[in-house]
């Protein structure tokens, strides 16, 4: 399936496959394209993957479609404000149990979690501070029904929390593999060091599709793979051709990278490319004056 062939419509659902349809939530934007995609697996015990934002309408079309069938799970592949928080209604209106890897405090690196406490903050990707949860999802839990089963892959990267699920030889990737973009990595929150792992562990599944968490289905879901791995290998050379001549801010090296997207972005693209330095800088490549910050000035380490 092209992105031209994908064409849902909000509130709508849209047959995938047997047993998997998806209902697109009334959110498009910049930052979630088309909007988000709910994902309702299952015909008399349906497990609501990624409920969604917070919308009445939104959950109104999720309980339409879901009709006389029941929902047995809701599972949340990460607490982004356009993916978990309409899960707490859900769970009231149905009963059903949340489920996930934890907060947006878990998962977090050590170095991530030092970074947050010294005041860096998040970057506007939203995340969903109020998320809670029923039953704690950790990596290779299974979660099944008798017409379904789910195996829960510890993804992080994009956040902490962050989790893909493995449905037979399809994998719902949530927003670490989507066809329309890369991945937003965002510090504290997004660690570019767990996010290149998790890219590797996910060759390791021998998928047919991969549905994300927005855009189209992912139909060579290894060549994606591979394009986003190339992708952050690619922007890396660029930060460190950028700093041979000297250095620079996250700000200065955002400027001479980044020279062709809307300034509505520019702040994604700093936070971007703060990613990749505190990657560098934790594989001992450059060095930060005074300290490791988004406010710091970076140089390369120079070879003994």
């Known amino acids: 399936m092209t992105p031209h062939d ?20 009334p959110n498009p934007s910049p930052m979630t394209y ?18 969604g934002p917070e919308s009445d309408a939104h959950l109104a ?24 928080p309409l899960a707490k209604r859900l769970s009231q209106a149905t009963g059903a149990k949340i489920h996930a890897f934890g907060t947006h405090l878990e998962g977090r690196s050590p170095i991530m979690a030092k970074l947050a406490a010294s005041g860096l903050a998040g ?5 969903d501070a109020a998320f809670s949860l029923d039953v704690h999802l ?13 195996t829960a892959v ?36 997004g660690d570019l060091t767990d996010f290149m792992r998790s890219c590797e562990k996910l060759k390791g599944i021998n998928a047919r599709i991969y549905y994300a968490g927005h855009g189209a289905p992912i ?3 290894r060549a994606r793979l591979d394009w986003l791995i190339a992708h952050r290998l690619d922007r890396e050379a660029q930060i460190l051709k950028a700093l041979v001549l000297r250095a620079k801010s996250p700000m200065d090296l955002t400027l001479e990278i980044y020279t062709d997207i809307p300034q509505t972005l520019m702040p994604a693209a700093l936070r971007n490319v703060f990613a990749h330095l505190v990657d560098l800088h934790q ?5 930060a004056d005074p300290d490791l910050s988004i406010d710091a000035i970076f140089n390369l380490l120079q070879e003994k």
């Open 219 to 221: 139909t060579q879901p």
């Open 154 to 189: 510890h993804t992080p990267g994009h956040i902490g929390n962050h989790l893909s699920l493995i449905w037979n030889n399809a994998v719902f990737t949530g927003d670490h593999v989507m066809g329309w973009a890369s991945s937003l990595v965002s510090p504290p929150d």
């Open 34 to 51: 088309l909007g988000t995609n709910t994902y309702l697996l299952g015909h008399r015990q349906i497990a609501v993957i990624d409920p």
């Open 283 to 287: 594989r001992g490549q450059i060095q």
């Open 61 to 84: 079309a999720i309980l339409a479609a879901v009709g006389d069938a029941s929902v047995s799970h809701i599972i949340v592949t990460h607490s982004h404000v356009d993916h978990s």
């Open 123 to 127: 970057g506007g990707e939203g995340i």
């Open 138 to 150: 950790a990596d290779g839990d299974r979660v099944e029904t008798d017409e379904w089963c789910l």
């Open 6 to 25: 994908f064409t849902p419509i909000a509130g709508e659902p849209y047959e995938l496959e047997d047993r998997l349809r998806l209902i697109l939530a």
